[in-house]
T-cell receptor, first 112, second 113 residues
Framework: GENVEQHPSTLSVQEGDSAVIKCTYS??????FPWYKQELGKRPQLIID?????GEKKDQRIAVTLNKTAKHFSLHITETQPEDSAVYFC???????????FGTGTKLQVIP | SAVISQKPSRDICQRGTSLTIQCQVD?????MFWYRQQPGQSLTLIAT?????????ESGFVIDKFPISRPNLTFSTLTVSNMSPEDSSIYLC??????????FGSGTRLTVV
């Protein structure tokens, strides 16, 4: 089955700096890559996603890049704010099927 | 996106008993997914529930332990059977919304004592 690896497991940045989280996946048939933000005690919330027919997608301070050849994708958060502090999960749709496999998560702390 | 109502939000149960978790979606969806999230961990898919057929379970999860019902296109239940403390976790249902992605219910925090 699909294996999604995520790094780093924890990340601390100063407010205003950028944060980058990286993920790799194993199944070359995977074609959908969402990113979720989970605040403490809350459900995961979709923040951005990318499909395999594009290499980059941006939404305000958040961007995702995808390299299908290398089978890795990254989340970039610019101008970080304290409210960005949360656990972020990458995911992929497990070989192109509808079920989604999640990475191990990155705990992001933005220091004011 | 779709709105999912999940209940109960939390429960404390005795070992050996069973708990049924319900998810109601405000629109018809083909598939519903059930995940488990152990404390401080990622989300692990338990099974995929299709209306009108048996659920498809992931490796490590079996129907006798986690029976699932899917009576229509807006509702599903997950039962955690014969519970032990190792079943203490957060259980979440999820659906795919066309042109949006996957959205989650609010979760059920289960503690087995």
């Amino acid at each position: 089955g699909e294996n999604v690896e995520q790094h780093p497991s924890t990340l601390s940045v100063q407010e205003g700096d950028s944060a980058v989280i990286k993920c790799t996946y194993s199944d070359s048939a995977s074609n959908y890559f969402p990113w979720y933000k989970q605040e403490l005690g809350k459900r995961p919330q979709l923040i951005i996603d990318i499909r395999s027919n594009v290499g980059e997608k941006k939404d305000q301070r958040i961007a995702v890049t995808l390299n299908k050849t290398a089978k890795h994708f990254s989340l970039h958060i610019t101008e970080t704010q304290p409210e960005d502090s949360a656990v972020y999960f990458c995911a992929s749709n497990s070989g192109g099927y509808q079920k989604v496999t999640f990475g191990t998560g990155t705990k992001l702390q933005v220091i004011p | 996106s779709a709105v999912i109502s999940q209940k109960p939000s939390r429960d404390i149960c005795q070992r050996g008993t069973s708990l049924t978790i319900q998810c109601q979606v405000d629109s018809q969806v083909t598939m519903m997914f059930w995940y488990r999230q152990q404390p401080g961990q990622s989300l692990t898919l338990i099974a995929t529930a299709n209306q009108g057929s048996e659920a498809t379970y992931e490796s490590g999860f079996v129907i006798d332990k986690f029976p699932i019902s899917r009576p229509n296109l807006t509702f599903s239940t997950l039962t955690v059977s014969n519970m032990s403390p190792e079943d203490s976790s957060i259980y979440l249902c999820s659906v795919e919304v066309v042109d949006y992605g996957y959205t989650f219910g609010s979760g059920t925090r289960l503690t087995v004592v």
